[in-house]
């Protein structure tokens, strides 16, 4: 099989699919009309066929369209890439869409330049015996449903198959990102493993949490495995050990799938009945889309049961009910954050497929963060060691981080090397963000390097 053009946009790669299908539609008028087909006709079907499989084949054409590689490319079975053919064909071959328009005129007024199922019955020759093929094709759990290619708006044999943005998106050779889900935001935090300080076996637990999303198929469909919703991880730990920053690293491993941030303001409300009505929307549009979900502070929503004393006592509980039950039924990455592990109920963590406790960083990873956060080309003044820092105070990944830039931006406002003073300032600018007294000492070997205000303070 020759590899297909890569300076060639997918669409143009699949003229051969426009070709067929366009042979096919006249092969269709030709025989409501009484004609029989030409041998001509039908040997040039039997071509544009093994032009075609060889499009549809590992490697070809439509593993660039469908995106993954290797055990992460999807597969489709032959009707369902005749439907996503035949679903995108209109748009870049309009005579297409003119000819499904005729030959759907007369079928119960519906004159939509976009292919009924009724019509691809007809189209591919598949008699009553073989219809189920096109219509398992074409249900929820089909690929071009599941993957958001093509959209049904109503069932029915004579409504149109429409294409989804990202269908056409990736046949025109664009990126397309779905818009948020409702009551979800884009995190535009884009991370790698390097990124990461964590011990080995927590970054383990992170590469078997990614098997969970990639190996489904295989365990599921080919194994015969049992089928969990998500999968679902909860990262715990203080703020700022590196939870956001870990799922980052998570969407980008699968392909650099988007990272969505639940709002949980958008979410939850006061009145009763409409939390759910949120979660449901919110399941409905992420459901099947690559895509992670993120909660955090997640034990406001999968709080502990409480005893009902009141009403709005067993709506609350109805409602983690009803949270469980969608996320235990939805199919895609869900993460959970949380500062209080202890507070999560015990019906929903059993439902977890891994938990990941993110550390404070021990002196090693301190100083690991130090070297990682401090601006790579600023220039330092010797005795900016981050060994050394690592030692003097007991930050967080996320603290380091702040104290670091903080040092930077003084640094460059008086146009001088970074140096201990600078550091020390931003280390006690961080400490004194949680409104407390925070005491010299907290500093360790930096305090002698605080300005003399601070110092006397």
């Known amino acids: 099989m020759n590899a297909p053009r890569v300076d060639l946009l997918p669409a143009a790669l699949l003229e051969p699919e426009w070709e067929r299908l366009l042979l096919l539609a006249y092969c269709l008028m030709q025989t409501r009309q009484g004609h029989a087909l030409a041998d001509e006709d039908l040997q040039q079907l039997a071509r544009l066929k093994a032009l075609v499989d060889n499009l549809r084949a590992p490697g070809g054409a439509w593993t660039q369209v469908l995106g993954g590689t290797g055990a992460d490319a999807p597969t489709a079975s032959g009707p369902e890439f005749d439907v996503l053919a035949a679903v995108a064909a209109p748009e870049?071959?309009?005579?297409?869409?003119?000819?499904?328009?005729?030959?759907?005129?007369?079928?119960?007024?519906?004159?939509?330049?976009?292919?009924?199922?009724?019509?691809?019955?007809?189209?591919?020759?598949?008699?009553?015996?073989?219809?189920?093929?096109?219509?398992?094709?074409?249900?929820?759990?089909?690929l071009p449903r599941r993957r958001r290619l093509v959209r049904v708006d109503q069932e029915g044999a004579y409504q149109p198959l429409l294409p989804e943005p990202a269908l056409l998106a990736r046949l025109a050779g664009r990126d397309w990102t779905p818009p948020p889900p409702p009551g979800a935001e884009l995190v535009p935090l884009q991370a790698g493993w390097d990124d990461l300080v964590l011990p080995p076996d927590r970054r383990a637990m992170l590469h078997e949490y990614l098997l969970w999303v990639r190996h489904r198929a295989t365990v599921v469909d080919r194994w015969g495995g049992a089928?969990?919703?998500?999968?679902?991880?909860?990262?715990?730990?203080?703020?700022?050990?590196?939870?956001?920053?870990?799922?980052?690293?998570?969407?980008?491993?699968?392909?650099?799938?988007?990272?969505?941030?639940?709002?949980?303001?958008?979410?939850?409300?006061?009145?009763?009945?409409?939390?759910?009505?949120?979660?449901?929307?919110?399941?409905?549009?992420?459901?099947?889309?690559?895509?992670v979900l993120q909660f955090d502070e997640a034990d406001a929503l999968f709080a502990k049961r409480g005893e009902v004393k009141e009403a709005r006592d067993r709506y609350a509980n109805m409602e983690v009910s009803h949270l469980l039950s969608?996320?235990?039924?939805?199919?895609?990455?869900?993460?959970?954050?949380?500062?209080?592990?202890?507070?999560?109920?015990?019906a929903f963590t059993r439902r977890l497929q891994v938990v990941i406790e993110f550390p404070r960083p021990?002196?090693?990873?301190?100083?690991?963060?130090?070297?990682?956060?401090?601006?790579?080309?600023?220039?330092?003044?010797?005795?900016?060691?981050?060994?050394?820092?690592?030692?003097?105070?007991?930050?967080?990944?996320?603290?380091?981080?702040?104290?670091?830039?903080?040092?930077?931006?003084?640094?460059a406002g008086a146009d001088t090397p970074i140096g201990l003073p600078h550091v020390a300032l931003g280390v006690w600018r961080e400490l004194s963000k949680d409104?407390?007294?925070?005491?010299?000492?907290?500093?360790?070997?930096?305090?002698?390097?605080?300005p003399e205000e601070l110092a006397r303070a």
């Open 435 to 450: 409104g407390r007294e925070v005491a010299r000492t907290e500093l360790g070997a930096l305090a002698p390097y605080l």
């Open 92 to 142: 870049f071959e309009p005579s297409l869409g003119g000819a499904f328009q005729q030959l759907q005129a007369g079928a119960g007024g519906n004159a939509s330049p976009y292919p009924s199922r009724a019509l691809l019955q007809e189209l591919l020759a598949l008699d009553a015996g073989r219809a189920h093929l096109l219509s398992d094709a074409l249900s929820p759990q089909g």
């Open 362 to 411: 021990d002196i090693t990873a301190r100083a690991a963060l130090w070297q990682r956060l401090l601006p790579p080309r600023a220039p330092r003044e010797p005795g900016v060691d981050p060994a050394w820092l690592a030692d003097c105070a007991a930050l967080t990944g996320g603290q380091i981080r702040n104290a670091a830039l903080h040092a930077a931006y003084l640094a």
């Open 326 to 346: 969608r996320i235990e039924t939805h199919q895609g990455p869900c993460i959970l954050t949380t500062n209080l592990r202890r507070q999560l109920d015990s």
């Open 227 to 291: 089928s969990v919703g998500g999968p679902v991880a909860l990262f715990s730990g203080p703020s700022g050990t590196g939870k956001t920053l870990a799922a980052s690293v998570v969407a980008n491993c699968l392909g650099h799938w988007p990272l969505y941030r639940v709002d949980l303001g958008r979410v939850v409300s006061k009145y009763v009945g409409e939390t759910e009505e949120n979660l449901n929307r919110l399941f409905d549009a992420a459901h099947g889309r690559p895509m």
